[in-house]
């Protein structure tokens, strides 16, 4: 059957994929839609065996908040070029807004949501076909809480979610604390969100580290515990030194912003690792 200007512009729209490859496939399938889809999926697939053993370390990081949901996802592709490609951008959004239109549990939800007639799985293996790269939703996260701001990092390398207990928080106050997330990447809200064993890792190297000073051993632990206290200054939000007033901790500044204000849980993801 003829394949019409029509039928291949529409086929586009549908997948993304290149004018000649739409041809291409609704000439296979005989002008099938479907079947013209799963030829263009097949092709995707290929390349992607092909390229599976390539790392994709480039990528868009983007975050949103809609009401008192935020959610936060990478798309990581080989090459800068390929990230700064506005399709490519497009197609981050277009899976963060199904995040957080659907409200998926993990990763795992996320990638087998319909996305224009196929699963978000699938889309991103036929864009492997049409860019010609390894192309990976590697990461998702989210926040639900009474307010929730999110912050990209120019270059849409790093994004960052903040979910405060409080409904009202203002504006600047809210972006001061996820770009203080960006920047100083704590790992947990406060003491009690950091696990045991890094805890224990931690004591065990400042035991090390005083033995080696020539403590005695029964002091060793006494001394290792101690510094616990700059090490959860220094990796949890909520004590780290403001980054924009260092004679305050994060917490402080929040006091001081809205009373009883304090952060519920955070989110960051970034490109680096």
Do not use: W
Not at 96 to 116: I, T
Not at 180 to 187: D, H, W
């Amino acid at each position: 059957m003829a394949i019409t200007a029509a039928d291949v512009a529409k086929l586009r729209k549908m997948t993304g994929a290149g004018m000649m490859d739409c041809k291409q496939a609704l000439a296979e399938a005989e002008g099938d839609f479907e079947k013209a889809v799963e030829v263009l999926r097949k092709k995707g697939q290929k390349v992607a065996g092909k390229r599976a053993d390539r790392e994709a370390t480039e990528g868009v990081v983007l975050a949103k908040v809609v009401g008192n949901r935020g959610a936060v996802v990478v798309l990581n592709c080989e090459t800068d070029f390929v990230a700064k490609n506005e399709d490519f951008i497009k197609l981050t959004q277009a899976f963060l807004d199904l995040a957080l239109e659907h409200k998926p549990a993990d990763l795992q939800e996320l990638l087998a949501l319909p996305h224009d007639g196929v699963t978000v799985n699938d889309t991103i293996t036929m864009q492997v076909g049409v860019i010609g790269e390894k192309i990976e939703l590697s990461a998702y996260e989210s926040i639900e809480a009474p307010a929730v701001v999110a912050y990209i990092h120019p270059g849409n390398r790093l994004a960052t979610l903040v979910g405060f207990n409080k409904a009202e928080v203002p504006a600047d106050v809210a972006k001061d604390v996820a770009m203080q997330v960006a920047a100083m990447a704590p790992i947990a809200v406060d003491q009690d969100g950091v696990d045991a064993h890094t805890i224990e890792k931690e004591i065990e190297i400042g035991k090390e580290l005083a033995m080696q000073e020539g403590k005695p051993a029964e002091m060793a632990e006494k001394i290792a515990r101690g510094r616990l206290n700059k090490f959860f200054q220094e990796k949890t939000l909520l004590k780290q030194e403001f980054i924009k007033d260092n004679k305050h901790s994060v917490q402080q500044y929040l006091d001081h912003s809205v009373k009883g204000l304090t952060v519920n849980a955070f989110k960051r993801l970034s490109l680096e690792a």
